[in-house]
């Protein structure tokens, strides 16, 4: 199968808009080939703008550019760019809700050798306290340059997290992104399963193993996480009657959190959460990494038999 | 002056430790060999000349303290804990693999000798304000070097610490200023200049000394001054070449953050064995 990472798919997108669009322009904090937004760069010299390693400055400076009536796209790690510059994402971007994107790649433990540092698994918290903040996590190359046309479409901050390792598709081009709207990629009755990002391919994979064995999964790529449909969150909810969601993001603040905000307060089911347990990660191989910390299809399986359990106790 | 012994003594520990950070780079399959090998003198002199330790007892209290600010160069600071026996050399072969002391960046909790998990750039002279600050409240002589990169300058927290530094007059505290004149996207002059350094960290009230990076004479030197100066931190401008020592990796932008193959790490270890 055809695999692409979803960095790859936004530094393409990029340079298409550019042609589309004068207002387009880029910044980035020194890691322009890792972020892939070099390609926009190499295109249109004139609206990029390489600030150093300086990511307060970077998004200070996007904060401006759209005040200023651009559209800024601002790039660097996940972790540098919303967690170096949160406050200038706060209070110089969503606070007085301007028009820039910022597209964080590099996100989760699949960062791989380079360590905890750099494994940046509380952005998806951070980002979707922000109010005006809308967050974007696409699952592969289609979705993401469907995103970041939307995202130019949409007006305000958006928040979008790509990631490094190449990813299956699992999309083709006939598929329409709307922001704020699930995706459901296959119905089901027996258990809800919500994941987002690198976490959707497995989440695929888990439900065909499930169906082996006669539990038929409804499978939900929820890639706006904010704002949140909660309507078809609770459609499917209230047939299946059990939940468990998968991000690539600490079980604290993300996906699973938003999920269970919203069951508990509004069809309290069984429900379990995949994700990193508050906890920092490590070096080493990425898909070592995933199996170490029960990012897999495995433990998704595993979590929707418990919860099918609970349901019917 | 210092004995020929003693220089050539350096030198050849450089040599050992550049085989070194080849080799667990390219055993690791990624990593940081550009920022590594451009400072590789300076951390010699240091581990092996000028630091206050004791590799028995990591902890001892009055030690002095290191922090690699530049934390991507973790390959150097393993390379030379492990050759001054913190932990067994057969530790630098699993470099960045699951269940390692030796992560990508460096971790204080998981390797012997590391004070500070550095990684995200611009945090360490910060941190090493606060042990300088330490060892001056708790009438401790110990001394506290810390090691910056010219892109990593770019930060604006650089420039916050500097300003504290001098203004609770940190003369216990000495930094480098690893100038290799790149980072990621290239010459650190065409991304965001930094220049002109020295009158910067002058005009921020500290002792600034400009030294070749790879002379150890000179290292020593600026080290020597930097204890006998009062009531300022120093800043040692380290002029060096980035990937120093290996033909195909110097003053190349491209092995910043690159993996040498199989066969480089074979070339590299025999330019460096002619040396
Ligand atoms: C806060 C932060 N932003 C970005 C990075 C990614 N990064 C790692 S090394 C590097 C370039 C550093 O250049 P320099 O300080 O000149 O290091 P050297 O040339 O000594 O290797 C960047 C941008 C980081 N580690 N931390
Ligand atoms: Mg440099």
């Known amino acids: ?114 360590g905890a540092s750099h494994q940046m698994l509380e952005d998806i918290a951070l980002m979707r306290a922000l109010p005006n903040m809308t967050v974007l996590v696409p699952a592969d190359a289609v979705e993401t340059r469907k995103a970041v046309f939307s ?22 081009d006939s598929y329409c992104f709307r922001l704020g709207k699930a995706s459901v990629l296959k119905e089901g009755d027996d258990v809800t399963i919500v994941s987002c990002g690198v976490m959707v391919s497995y989440t695929l994979e888990a439900a065909k193993k499930l169906q082996e064995e006669g539990i038929s999964a409804h499978v939900i790529n929820m890639s706006t996480i904010k704002p949140f449909d909660a309507s078809s969150l609770i459609e499917s909810v209230r047939k299946t009657g059990a939940v468990v969601t998968a991000e690539e993001h600490s079980i604290i603040g993300g996906l699973g959190s938003a999920v269970s905000e919203v069951i508990s307060e509004q069809c309290p089911v069984p429900l379990f959460r995949i994700g990193v347990n508050d906890q920092f990660g490590e070096s080493g191989p990425p898909q070592q990494l995933m199996d170490k910390y029960g990012l897999n299809i495995e433990r998704i399986v595993e979590a929707a038999k418990m919860v099918l359990k609970k349901k019917h106790k | 002056m210092y004995s020929e012994e003693l220089l050539n003594d350096l030198r050849s520990k450089a040599r050992l430790l550049r085989k070194d950070i080849i080799t667990m780079i390219g055993k690791a399959g990624s990593g940081h060999p550009g920022g590594s090998l451009s400072s590789v003198e300076i951390v010699t002199a240091l581990y092996f000349h000028e630091l206050k330790l004791d590799p028995t007892d990591p902890a001892w209290e009055v030690r002095d303290r290191f922090i690699l600010s530049k934390g991507h160069a973790a390959p150097l600071l393993y390379a030379a804990l492990a050759n001054r026996g913190f932990f067994p050399r057969e530790e630098i072969w699993g470099l960045r693999k699951l269940g390692s002391i030796l992560q990508g960046h460096p971790d204080r909790k998981s390797t012997p000798g590391v004070e500070m998990s550095t990684g995200s750039l611009g945090q360490g002279l910060a941190v090493s304000n606060g042990m300088a600050i330490a060892g001056k409240l708790s009438a401790a002589n110990w001394r506290v070097y810390v090691l910056l990169g010219d892109g990593e300058v770019q930060e604006g927290m650089v420039w916050e610490a500097a300003m504290a530094s001098s203004h609770y007059k940190l003369d216990n505290l000495t930094a480098f200023l690893d100038y290799n004149g790149l980072q990621i996207d290239g010459p650190v002059d065409e991304v965001m200049s930094p220049s002109p350094l020295a009158d910067k960290w002058k005009a921020f009230g500290w002792n600034v000394l400009t030294i070749d ?58 330019e460096l064995e002619q040396v």
Do not use: C
Request: hydrophobic residues 40%; aromatic residues 8%; proline residues 4%.
């Open chain 1, 1 to 114: 199968m055809e695999k692409i990472a979803t960095r790859q798919a936004y530094g393409k997108a990029l340079v298409e808009l550019g042609q589309k669009n004068e207002d387009i322009v880029v910044l980035d904090a020194d890691l322009a080939k890792s972020t892939m937004t070099i390609e926009f760069g190499k295109r249109f010299p004139q609206r990029f703008f390489d600030m150093g390693v300086a990511e307060q400055n970077l998004l200070g400076t996007a904060a401006g550019l759209a005040a200023g009536g651009k559209i800024p796209f601002a790039s660097s790690f996940a972790v540098f760019a919303t967690g170096r510059a949160y406050d200038q994402i706060r209070n110089s971007i969503a606070y007085p809700r301007l028009n820039v994107k910022i597209a964080a790649t590099h996100a989760g433990i699949t960062v791989g050798e380079d």
């Open chain 1, 151 to 172: 995202a130019v479409e949409y007006e305000g901050p958006v928040y979008i997290r790509l990631g490094r390792p190449a990813l299956p598709i699992i999309y083709d």
């Open chain 2, 213 to 270: 990076g790879h002379d150890f004479e000179s290292i020593l030197d600026a080290l020597q001054k930097a204890r006998e100066t009062k009531g300022k931190p120093t800043m040692i401008i380290a002029k060096t070449v980035k990937g120093k020592g290996i033909s195909f990796m110097e003053n190349n932008a491209d092995w910043h953050g690159r993996a040498p193959s199989a066969e480089q790490v074979k070339q590299a270890l025999a």
